[in-house]
Nanobody
């Protein structure tokens, strides 16, 4: 059974960089075919895919967020990390990490159907 657990600060000040880590157990983040993503859901809005990292370390970003987003991994710890710079109150959301088999094109990655395992989500509030 694959399990994912998000960790990071619950409160971030505007203009700072948000850093979240997803710790994976029950499966390796280097396993072929599986991609590891960060998504978020702002209050009252739908799910938004942000970035993914593939089994060989390739990285993929939502075009509208690419300039502010970085995804990386630590294979020794079986973790992957999201960094989101220059945050504003509009970045307030529940942030999730999740696994998908493959990487769907376009906005398909916004759909819950693309993912088979999820973390429980972590609330991040951007406020001074």
């Amino acid at each position: 059974q694959v399990q994912l657990q998000e960790s990071g600060p619950g409160l971030v000040k505007p203009s700072q960089t948000l850093s979240l880590t997803c710790t994976v157990s029950g499966g390796s983040i280097t396993t072929t075919y599986y991609y590891w993503s960060w998504l978020r859901q702002p209050p009252g809005k739908g799910l938004e895919w942000m970035a993914a990292i593939g089994p060989s370390g390739g990285t993929y970003y939502r075009p509208s967020l690419k300039i502010r987003t970085s995804i990386s991994r630590d294979t020794s710890k079986n973790q992957f990390t999201l960094q989101l710079s220059s945050v504003t109150p509009e970045d307030t959301a529940v942030y999730y990490c999740a696994r998908s088999k493959g990487l769907a094109p376009g906005q398909a990655m916004d759909s819950q159907r693309e993912y088979d395992y999820w973390g429980q989500g972590t609330q991040v509030t951007v406020s001074s």
